[in-house]
């Protein structure tokens, strides 16, 4: 009779902490995968706070390339809506297209001399790849959620959480812009 | 992989400061006794809770400025100015990708191709380059640098690894001090006086002498090589790119001479061994290089 108490109580221990740990685990990988997103949003805004400086600084040399400062407008102006994938989707574009408007300095030597310009190409080129890493990093979180979430044991705590989804880019975007000249 | 394979090695590197951090405290605790009682057997009953005192503000100490004590030893000046943009981009990219914060950083006015990180845990860590590397390394060399320092960073290693420069150092003052102590203690009073007590401490005190900077010196080196390994692994996952850390070693390989001229006792922070070419292999703290860029390019 007391064996079978004792044992009755290992097995709710086992369960209970089972229970716990898993739901803690689950809970720690949740919010990395949040806080990976914090690090993409951080550098979604730098770059729409430092895109309008660069078009300023190209047009005191290229007022006239009307066209390309439309495309880059409008590819910022969905940096900041919409959902994760969309707004990371309007990050590849933007780079796209400010990959075409770095181009045109190769005509302008004195836009590509100047200080200033050195300085937002590169602020820009910096914020660029540590999107880059920051996505990594995300996809990496989602991974390590989703294979916590769908294989067992973790699966029985999962209390009907849905795998979160992968930011992938647009195969478009993923070529790095040709230059020609 | 990724994001987690980092976990195991951060355990192992909480362990092993633990315990070199007690190691340490209890052999100096001993050393600072032996020390006492050969200059006069009465201060023994004084020295033990001094030596206690004494023992715990040092490791204290160690572990919360070992990382600045070595960066200033280095000459390391903070990364500050618009050239340096490119730099602090590279590290917070990388930091972004290992996902810990991003660590300060420094540059060692040096020729030499040469990087190293210190700090005692990834909230509180630096990274160093050497004004030489920046100016020969273009950017994708750079990052596969910077992000096998970022490993160091997220794996623990420098936590453990700036534990050891410090100690170490530590380890070869105390033995050239307890030796001198024994030498002036012993022609200045008859050792019969001591009895039994007197004589075993003495001879601790000798062995720890000379065995001491020994042990530290081969726990350096057996801990380092198998880290830097495991950096440049963790490195070429952070890139996803193995080439760029390999091109990187091969300049390294081909420019340095080996002549920073820094103690031996921080030799093994760095990620090309300081003190000698990268082609000599003997007695280094590193694995060699040509191993390393030859695993690099097999990934």
């Given at each position: 009779m007391n064996g079978w108490l004792l044992g009755l109580a290992a097995v709710v221990v086992v369960v209970v902490w089972l229970f716990v740990s898993y739901y803690n685990r689950i809970r720690v990988l949740e919010n990395r995968v949040e806080e990976a997103w914090a690090q993409i949003d951080v550098q979604l805004q730098k770059r729409y706070d430092l895109?309008?400086?660069?078009?300023?600084?190209?047009?005191?040399?290229?007022?006239h390339e009307r066209e390309i400062f439309e495309k880059v407008s409008e590819a910022r102006s969905r940096l900041l809506e919409g959902s994760r994938q969309s707004r990371v989707a309007a990050d590849a574009e933007l780079s796209q297209v400010l990959g075409r408007l770095l181009a045109l300095a190769e005509a302008y030597p004195e836009l590509k001399a100047s200080e200033n310009f050195k300085l937002l190409q590169e602020q820009l080129e910096g914020i660029e790849s540590k999107i880059a890493y920051a996505r990594q990093y995300y996809n990496q979180a989602v991974l390590d959620y989703n294979n916590l979430i769908t294989t067992i044991p973790g699966a029985w705590f999962a209390g009907g959480r849905k795998k979160k989804e992968f930011l992938e880019i647009p195969d478009e975007a993923r070529?790095?812009?040709?230059v020609e000249f | 992989m990724g994001v987690r394979s980092f976990h195991d090695e951060q355990a192992r590197n909480k362990r092993d400061s633990l315990l070199l951090l007690i190691v340490v405290g209890v052999v100096l605790f001993a050393l600072i006794l032996s020390i006492s009682y050969l200059w006069d057997p009465a201060s023994v009953y004084i020295m033990v809770p001094l030596?206690?005192?004494?023992?715990?503000?040092?490791?204290w100490g160690n572990y919360m400025f070992g990382d600045r004590i070595i960066l200033s030893y280095m000459k390391a000046r903070p990364a500050e100015g618009p050239q340096f943009t490119y730099l602090h981009n590279t590290v917070e990219g990388l930091a972004i990708a290992a996902g810990i914060p991003k660590p300060k950083v420094y540059v060692v006015p040096s020729e030499e191709l040469n990087a190293f990180a210190t700090g005692r845990d990834p909230e509180h860590a630096s990274i160093a380059v050497t004004t030489g590397l920046l100016r020969r390394l273009d950017r994708l060399e750079l990052e596969g640098v910077v992000a096998h320092e970022i490993s160091h960073i997220a794996n623990r290693d420098v936590q453990f690894m700036t534990l050891v420069a410090v100690l170490v150092g530590l380890a070869g003052i105390l033995s050239n001090w307890i030796l001198r102590s024994y030498w002036w203690g012993g022609s200045?009073?008859?050792?019969?006086?001591?009895?039994?007590?007197?004589?075993?401490?003495?001879?601790?005190?000798?062995v720890l002498a000379v065995?001491?900077?020994?042990?530290?010196?081969?726990?350096?080196?057996a801990v380092s090589r198998r880290r830097e390994f495991l950096a440049d692994a963790y490195a070429a996952e952070l890139t996803r790119y193995p080439d760029g850390l390999a091109d990187a070693l091969e300049k390294m390989?081909?420019?340095?001479?080996?002549?920073?001229?820094?103690?031996?006792?921080?030799?093994?922070?760095?990620?090309?061994d300081p003190n000698r070419s990268p082609l000599d292999a003997l007695f280094s703290t590193h694995p060699p290089i040509e191993e390393r860029i030859k695993r690099l390019r097999e990934m």
């Open positions: 895109v309008p400086n660069l078009v300023e600084t190209v047009k005191g040399y290229a007022s070529t790095a812009p040709r | 030596a206690a005192l004494i023992t715990a503000g040092y490791t200045r009073r008859d050792r019969d006086e001591r009895g039994n007590l007197g004589l075993i401490l003495v001879v601790v005190g000798m065995v001491a900077p020994l042990v530290t010196r081969l726990v350096q080196m390989a081909a420019l340095n001479r080996g002549n920073m001229k820094v103690s031996e006792t921080v030799s093994h922070l760095f990620i090309s």
